[in-house]
């Protein structure tokens, strides 16, 4: 229940294509779900978020799709670039016991984007 | 920007040691995180503070523990490092609200032989 589950474990894809990453879940208490970016050596970095009352969110070449009933969402990554490669972790926000909130994280994608 | 510092970027300890990783935000933020980082593993909480002495466990707590005495800075303390607790740990920090965004530290890689 307080799982994220998150596809594929590493993913490679052309310049120019489009990278697509998973994330699925079961707890409906869950009501935030951010990305975040890793690049080697450094810590994670917020990309993107999205809030369950909305279906979809842009910024730039990154999306994030949602889909409250199926318990899913998805970055996608338009025009990817060899700059993007990097590990990527899509994460719920989730109520505790003391009346603030915690990340629940996937277990991330290790992204290449070749030349 | 906001800052998250961590005492140390490499750490080498011997099995049996008590280890201390000390983690510094300059935001003011109320809530305040320890995660490890392990492949395939993602990243795992291990615990967390919502204000200066007060902590809650997380997903992974059993051979830590932690200490916040002020609002700035969060420690987290392997009380006898065994070698399965090798691995990367990340502190965070972030305002106390829903969407909030976190901010992570650049991580501390600890080998425990």
């Known amino acids: 229940q307080q799982q994220v589950k998150q596809s594929p474990q590493s993913l490679i894809v052309q310049k120019g294509g489009i990278s697509i990453i998973n994330c699925a879940y079961e707890?409906?208490?869950?009501?935030?779900f951010p990305w975040y970016q890793q690049f080697p050596g450094k810590g994670p970095a917020l990309l993107i978020a999205i809030r369950p009352d909305v279906s979809e969110k842009k910024e730039g070449r990154f999306t994030i799709s949602f889909n409250k009933s199926a318990k899913q969402f998805s970055l996608h990554i338009m025009d990817s670039q060899p700059g993007d490669s990097a590990t990527y972790f899509c994460a719920a926000s989730s109520p505790t016991t003391s009346g603030t909130y915690k990340y629940i994280f996937g277990t991330g994608t290790r992204l290449k984007v070749l030349a | 920007d906001v800052k998250v510092t961590q005492s140390s970027r490499y750490l080498v300890k011997r099995t049996g040691e008590k280890v201390f990783l000390e983690c510094v935000q300059d935001?003011?933020?109320?809530?305040m995180f320890w995660y490890r980082q392990d492949p395939g593993l993602g990243l795992r909480l291990i615990y967390f503070?919502?204000?200066?002495?007060?902590?809650e466990k997380g997903d992974i707590p059993e051979g830590y523990s932690v200490s916040r005495e002020k609002k700035e800075r969060f420690s987290l303390i392997l009380e006898s490092a065994s070698t399965n607790q090798t691995s990367m740990y990340l502190c965070a920090s972030r305002v106390g609200t829903r969407l909030s965004k976190q901010y992570f530290g650049p991580g501390t890689r600890l080998t425990v032989t």
């Open positions: 707890n409906t208490a869950f009501d935030y």
């Open positions: 935001m003011d933020h109320e809530n």
């Open positions: 503070s919502y204000d200066v002495k007060m902590k």
